[in-house]
């Protein structure tokens, strides 16, 4: 399977802290995404990083991407209660027009 | 500017009947994208469509199908529906045709039940 691995799998905090969400995939990319998914909703697009770029900031998200070792991290600066979702990752495939979406990592952030 | 629609929301249906959910992607989008979610599985990717055209397909049985209109809208049908196509269907519209170079916009999900 080409589906990337989001690690952990899930992740607790309290508001105020900042959580890193990891992404592993397997071949070259395009790009890679982020989405974030709020009880069983729809996604959300977060960031998009290209494979030339390195790093990523919107807002309190901040996204890296590093190549040689086909990982992506995504982190989320001063949490608060309204980040708590489910967050994935995807990558655009070189040579395929479909994202390949992770299994996703749950983020728990209490107050 | 209106989002991804999906409907219905809800839907039950019972081992054996068909079903057919529709998508309206947001407007001058023409690339639709239909994934389907479970606990176990996850996001599984079930067809792309650009432009009438289904360009990609996963690795689902021959009756799960889909098709897209010359106005974008898309629509997958499932047939003979079993337990396990119990799911969160969700449609994803996407800008462009050089494939997902751009974010996509999904819909809030077409919730399946088979009993």
């Known amino acids: 399977s080409q589906q990337g691995e989001e690690d952990p799998q899930a992740l607790s905090i309290q508001e105020g802290e900042n959580a890193t969400m990891n992404c592993s995939y397997k071949?070259?990319?395009?790009?890679l995404q982020w989405y974030r998914q709020n009880s069983g909703r729809g996604l959300v697009h977060l960031i998009l990083?290209?494979?030339?770029?390195r790093e990523k900031h919107s807002g309190r998200l901040r996204v890296t991407l590093d190549t040689s070792k086909k990982s992506s991290s995504l982190l989320i600066t001063a949490s608060r209660a309204a980040d708590t979702a489910s967050y994935f990752c995807?990558?655009?495939?070189?040579?395929?027009?479909?994202?390949?979406f992770g299994k996703g990592t749950m983020l728990l952030v209490s107050p | 500017k209106a989002g991804v629609t999906q409907t219905p929301r809800y839907l039950i249906k019972t081992r054996g009947q068909q079903v057919t959910l529709s998508c309206s992607p947001i407007?001058?989008?023409?690339?639709v994208s239909w994934y389907q979610q479970t606990p176990g599985q996850g996001l599984q990717f079930l067809f792309e469509?650009?432009?009438?055209?289904?360009?990609n397909k996963g690795n689902f049985p021959g009756r799960f199908s889909g098709r897209q209109f010359s106005n974008s809208r898309s629509e997958m049908n499932v047939s003979t529906l079993e337990l396990g196509d119990s799911a969160l269907y969700l449609c994803?519209?996407?800008?462009?045709?050089?494939?997902?170079?751009?974010?996509?916009?999904f819909g809030s999900g077409t919730r399946l039940t088979v009993v």
């Open positions: 994803a519209s996407s800008l462009g045709s050089g494939g997902p170079n751009y974010g996509y916009t």
């Open positions: 071949t070259s990319i395009n790009n």
């Open positions: 990083i290209r494979s030339n770029e």
């Open positions: 995807a990558t655009a495939y070189s040579g395929y027009s479909t994202l390949t």
């Open positions: 407007s001058g989008h023409r690339s």
């Open positions: 469509y650009f432009s009438e055209t289904q360009r």
